[in-house]
């Protein structure tokens, strides 16, 4: 193949692609996020520096997902409120055991054997899980406004049922390295509890004419207000030889209001009052233009 050729990837016309492009961006940035706040938050509980990354995102079945997991491994489930389907965090029993033996004191030279967790082993790693869930949260922000609640453990990803086989679910690959040791995992989120929420207009705004929408973002744009004298006009000798009790001769009246500006612009002029402990400008007339 040429050095120059574009690489060829397979489609699958039985499961067409449903995340826009800019939609998937916006995954991708939030779990990139997580993975960091993660690897910190795993930094601190198991004492031994780690680093998540996040690799691919994409969305799949809940069997497309099962079947690319390995049959034996640590699922961890999570009821989603309002939505049948669990949210899974999937990584390997070993790598689990590994950051608990870390938590312990242990050294983790040892490579751990696959086998299911003991009451203290479990009630460390729901520790780390719940840094997970609140990273997840965090990171996701108004994407994933839906509380997560423990459900379960799983051992065997073919005997977990966290969703129905043809339920859609968004699906972050990871790498996990916890000192010497690395592992994937993956994070599985019911697309029902995404999908809704990506469009940041929403179905209804995105509908509006283009002049309402930029009207409606000028509207919250911050912007300068302020109270200013009448300018005079002085020739440039006075500004060189002005010295510490000069008098400059203002040419706005003691009666007249000050005028409210907006970037060099009088809109309206406002009479000097107090707000608490603060000058203010009341205003008392309206500039028409």
Not at 69 to 79: A, R, Y
Request: contains cysteine; negative net charge; hydrophobic residues 45%.
């Amino acid at each position: 193949m040429p050095q120059d050729a574009k690489p060829v990837m397979a489609y699958d016309f039985s499961r067409p692609t449903t995340l826009a492009r800019e939609h998937t961006r916006v995954l991708e940035m939030a779990f990139e996020t997580f993975a960091r706040q993660w690897g910190t938050q795993l930094t601190a509980k198991v004492r031994v520096l780690s680093q998540v990354t996040r690799e691919e995102v994409q969305v799949l079945s809940y069997d497309e997902y099962a079947g690319s997991l390995p049959d034996s491994t640590c699922m961890v489930l999570f009821d989603v409120a309002g939505i049948s389907a669990k949210a899974v965090i999937q990584f390997p029993i070993p790598a689990a055991l590994t950051w608990v033996g870390h938590m312990l004191g242990g050294t983790g030279a040892q490579s751990a054997p696959e086998r299911k967790f003991t009451h203290i082993e479990q009630a460390l790693l729901d520790k780390i899980m719940d840094d997970a869930v609140e990273d997840l949260h965090y990171s996701l922000g108004h994407l994933m406004t839906a509380p997560l609640s423990p459900a379960s453990i799983q051992y065997n990803s073919q005997f977990a049922q966290a969703a129905a086989s043809r339920d859609a679910m968004i699906v972050a690959g990871l790498e996990m390295v916890v000192g010497d040791s690395a592992a994937p995992a993956t994070i599985a989120i019911p697309a029902a509890a995404i999908l809704p929420r990506l469009d940041p207009l929403g179905a209804q705004s995105s509908t509006a004419p283009a002049a309402e929408l930029v009207r409606m973002q000028l509207a919250q744009v911050p912007v300068k207000v302020c109270l200013q004298l009448e300018p005079i006009t002085v020739l440039p000798a006075m500004v060189l030889n002005l010295a510490v009790g000069d008098v400059l001769n203002l040419g706005h009246p003691r009666h007249r209001p000050l005028n409210v500006t907006v970037d060099g612009q009088t809109l309206a002029q406002a009479a000097v009052g107090a707000s608490g402990s603060r000058l203010a400008g009341s205003i008392v007339h309206i500039e028409e233009k």
